[in-house]
């Protein structure tokens, strides 16, 4: 069965960067693109871009520009995701989560990850 | 950006009941909403996409309806298990936006 196992929860300093990880399991890893999405309280859900682990091709969403890098191991069947220059806004929970085919209308995600929590504080 | 403006926040119900949960987008998506269900201790799950499709799995008892701007997620006879919040997503377009979210609690 599909799985997405992220990794666990994040505690880091303002300024600093971290990166998390989402292995994907239970089918072809370089088909499907892997989005990732952040949810803070009351502010919702926020989709940051994608990136498809078959060519390394990524989107991103405007907003996350120079903030989020994305990147995948074919080897592992895993993908990562950077945040860099790290402040309290940054402080949320980070989805990963597949999209279940590629072509246009069909971005809705039919697999996501448990989430990972990231604390940015001094 | 597509604009979803959810609705109600917060909804209280019975089991038994039948509920409605609203979601707009600031301009049209054509049919491409997606529902989600979140639960504590759980993934989140795709219940409906293409505003009416249920996702393999899904209970006959959720139903979505809408196309444009205007759409309505509704659960009909609530059962013990559905009791969660509810996000809409717009899968129209880039950048992909979700609504604000609809806690449905039991009564």
């Known amino acids: 069965q599909v799985q997405l196992q992220q990794s666990g929860a994040e505690l880091v300093k303002p300024g600093s960067s971290v990166k998390i990880s989402c292995k994907a399991s239970g089918y072809t890893f370089t088909s499907y693109d892997m989005h990732w999405i952040k949810q803070q309280p009351g502010n919702g859900l926020e989709w940051i871009g994608w990136i498809y682990p078959g060519n390394g091709n990524t989107k991103y969403n405007q907003k996350f520009n120079g903030k989020a890098t994305l990147t995948a191991d074919k080897s592992s069947s895993t993908a990562y995701m950077q945040l860099s220059s790290l402040t309290s806004e940054d402080s949320a929970v980070y989805f990963c989560?597949?999209?279940?085919?590629?072509?246009?209308?069909?971005?809705?995600?039919?697999?996501w990850g448990q989430g990972v929590m990231v604390t940015v504080s001094s | 950006d597509v604009q979803m403006t959810q609705s109600p926040s917060y909804l209280a119900a019975s089991p038994g009941e039948s509920v409605s949960i609203s979601c707009k987008a600031s301009?049209?998506?054509?049919?491409?909403l997606a529902w989600y269900q979140e639960k504590p201790g759980k993934t989140n799950k795709l219940l409906i996409y293409?505003?009416?499709t249920l996702q393999s799995g899904t209970p006959s008892r959720f139903s979505g309806s809408g196309s444009g701007t205007d759409f309505t997620l509704t659960i009909r006879s609530l059962e013990p298990e559905d009791f969660a919040v509810y996000y809409c997503?717009?899968?129209?377009?880039?950048?992909?936006?979700f609504g604000s979210g609809t806690k449905l609690e039991i009564k």
């Open positions: 293409s505003g009416s």
């Open positions: 989560a597949r999209v279940a085919l590629r072509y246009y209308g069909s971005y809705y995600f039919d697999y």
């Open positions: 301009k049209s998506i054509n049919t491409y």
């Open positions: 997503q717009q899968h129209n377009e880039y950048p992909l936006t």
